[in-house]
């Protein structure tokens, strides 16, 4: 009998976790917040075998050394990428927390602790415990991006974390060779929708820079520092054009430099990051845009970081553009802009008059990719989370012969 407990992340984006009990082990799966509000999962007991984390965004990693503040001495299990950028994230968090939040819920030792406890996992590898074992397979999200496996009691579980199947110019796509799965716990973020061809998308990308740059003005595209950055950076490295990369992404793409294995096309990023111009003082980025050119930085939902900077200065000009390439959560600055045509932050309320777009360069899968992804492994129960609609894709799983359910925060379900 194993029990999972679902801590966050159901019917909702965000906050992941979930609770594992083997009956002779107990596993924490994810630890995340909410990143718009801070929001936490359900606080389980502090008394785990092992802690796991699929990759580094901080939706399924963003508590993690807050088990440590509060007394956990064993070990974190992620894929070396996932730790080297998680290090930089939970760091952001930590300065964001000081500056925003009356609570604080772990300090700078508590990282470090972290740090400490890491234990390497690649995908292909499997970590062995008491009863049960697990093990990682590349998910294709992002560098580090892992799906996790549990073999326990004669069953297997799978949980997807975030998954993308099919490969991009940064990434491979996710493993889908899964066979006798008797429980797929799956991400669901774009169970409602198909996103574009990825083709369309980045000629359209490189179209927009192309024309704002040969107009005389400046392209913005503000995006987040892991995985996003990297991908159009790659996009746009052959256009020849001035590129300028300022922000968390810097050195996030340090980071997954580091881990040649991790993406790709190693060659082509290392290459493509050294000819892009880097930021390194905020006093440059007035000099910057006097001339034409790109300008990718954080943050990727205009709710901090560089790119305010750079609209306040440019907001004005119609011979500019704003490129947006993800999802925008609601409340963001990237949200209300889309939703209003306007841009609040702090003293800059304005309407932009420069070109804005947006093109949909998920990490995700999408609705036809995951059935795809179901009729391949036909697990013999699908358990739906990490989306906003999960309760409406499980009816339709279940109307095609799925057995799918969504669950509830603070549900448990039991694999006998």
Same mark, same amino acid.
């Given at each position: 009998?194993?029990?999972?407990?679902? @801590?966050?992340?159901?019917?909702?984006?965000g906050r992941m976790g979930m609770l594992v009990d083997?009956?002779?082990?107990?596993?924490?799966?994810?630890?995340?917040?909410?990143?718009?509000?801070?929001?936490?999962?359900?606080?389980?007991?502090?008394?785990?075998?092992?802690?796991?984390?699929?990759?580094?965004?901080?939706?399924? +990693?963003?508590?993690?050394?807050?088990?440590?503040?509060?007394?956990?001495?064993?070990?974190?299990?992620?894929?070396?990428?996932?730790?080297?950028? @998680?290090?930089?994230?939970?760091?952001?968090?930590?300065?964001?927390? =000081? +500056?925003? *939040?009356?609570?604080?819920?772990?300090?700078?030792?508590?990282?470090?602790?972290?740090?400490?406890?890491?234990?390497?996992? =690649?995908?292909?590898?499997?970590?062995?415990?008491?009863?049960?074992? #697990?093990?990682?397979?590349?998910?294709?999200?992002?560098? %580090?991006? #892992?799906?996790?496996?549990?073999?326990?009691?004669?069953?297997?579980?799978?949980?997807?974390?975030?998954?993308?199947?099919?490969?991009?110019?940064?990434?491979?796509?996710?493993?889908?060779?899964?066979?006798?799965?008797?429980?797929?716990?799956?991400?669901?973020?774009?169970?409602?929708?198909?996103?574009?061809?990825?083709?369309?998308?980045?000629?359209?990308?490189?179209?927009?820079?192309?024309?704002?740059?040969?107009?005389?003005?400046? *392209?913005?595209?503000?995006?987040? $520092?892991?995985?996003?950055?990297?991908?159009?950076?790659?996009?746009?490295?052959?256009?020849?054009?001035?590129?300028?990369?300022? %922000?968390?992404?810097?050195?996030?793409?340090?980071?997954?430099?580091?881990? $040649?294995?991790?993406?790709?096309?190693?060659? =082509?990023?290392?290459?493509?990051?050294?000819?892009?111009?880097?930021?390194?003082?905020?006093?440059?980025?007035?000099?910057?845009?006097?001339?034409?050119?790109?300008?990718?930085?954080?943050?990727?939902?205009?709710? %901090?970081?560089?790119?305010?900077?750079?609209?306040?200065?440019?907001?004005?000009?119609?011979? *500019? +553009?704003? #490129?947006?390439?993800?999802?925008?959560?609601?409340?963001?600055?990237?949200?209300?802009?889309?939703?209003?045509?306007r841009f609040v932050s702090g003293e800059i309320d304005?309407?932009?008059?420069?070109?804005?777009?947006?093109?949909?360069?998920?990490?995700?899968?999408?609705?036809?990719h995951l059935i795809e992804f179901y009729k391949k #492994?036909?697990?013999?129960?699908?358990?739906?989370?990490?989306?906003?609609?999960?309760?409406?894709?499980?009816?339709?799983?279940? %109307?095609?012969?799925?057995?799918?359910?969504?669950?509830?925060?603070?549900?448990?379900?039991?694999?006998?």
């Amino acid at each position: 009998m194993i029990d999972i407990r679902f @801590l966050g992340g159901c019917r909702e984006v965000g906050r992941m976790g979930m609770l594992v009990d083997t009956g002779a082990e107990k596993f924490l799966w994810e630890y995340g917040i909410n990143v718009e509000n801070w929001g936490k999962p359900i606080k389980p007991e502090i008394n785990f075998d092992g802690v796991f984390v699929s990759h580094a965004h901080l939706d399924h +990693s963003g508590l993690l050394p807050q088990i440590y503040r509060e007394g956990y001495e064993g070990m974190l299990y992620s894929d070396p990428t996932t730790i080297d950028l @998680l290090s930089i994230l939970l760091r952001d968090s930590l300065k964001i927390q =000081k +500056s925003e *939040c009356n609570d604080i819920d772990f300090f700078m030792e508590d990282i470090k602790h972290l740090e400490r406890n890491a234990s390497f996992l =690649k995908a292909g590898e499997t970590q062995d415990f008491t009863l049960s074992n #697990v093990s990682f397979h590349n998910a294709g999200h992002i560098p %580090g991006s #892992v799906t996790t496996l549990l073999e326990s009691r004669g069953k297997r579980v799978l949980f997807t974390g975030d998954i993308k199947f099919q490969g991009t110019q940064l990434m491979n796509g996710a493993d889908t060779n899964f066979q006798n799965i008797d429980v797929l716990i799956s991400e669901s973020t774009y169970s409602y929708t198909n996103h574009p061809d990825r083709t369309v998308i980045e000629n359209g990308l490189r179209k927009t820079v192309q024309r704002t740059i040969y107009g005389g003005g400046v *392209c913005l595209i503000p995006a987040f $520092a892991v995985g996003r950055t990297q991908e159009i950076l790659l996009n746009l490295s052959d256009l020849g054009v001035p590129i300028y990369l300022d %922000g968390m992404g810097v050195r996030a793409t340090e980071a997954i430099l580091r881990h $040649a294995k991790s993406i790709k096309d190693y060659k =082509k990023l290392s290459n493509a990051f050294s000819r892009a111009h880097k930021v390194t003082r905020g006093s440059e980025r007035d000099r910057i845009i006097e001339k034409p050119c790109a300008i990718i930085t954080t943050a990727g939902m205009l709710n %901090g970081g560089p790119i305010l900077s750079y609209l306040s200065k440019l907001h004005g000009r119609e011979d *500019c +553009s704003l #490129v947006m390439t993800g999802y925008q959560v609601p409340g963001t600055g990237g949200r209300n802009l889309m939703e209003t045509g306007r841009f609040v932050s702090g003293e800059i309320d304005v309407r932009p008059r420069m070109r804005i777009e947006f093109l949909d360069f998920s990490a995700h899968t999408d609705h036809d990719h995951l059935i795809e992804f179901y009729k391949k #492994v036909r697990p013999k129960k699908i358990v739906l989370v990490h989306g906003e609609k999960t309760e409406e894709f499980a009816k339709e799983l279940n %109307g095609m012969g799925f057995n799918a359910v969504a669950p509830k925060n603070g549900d448990t379900l039991r694999i006998d």
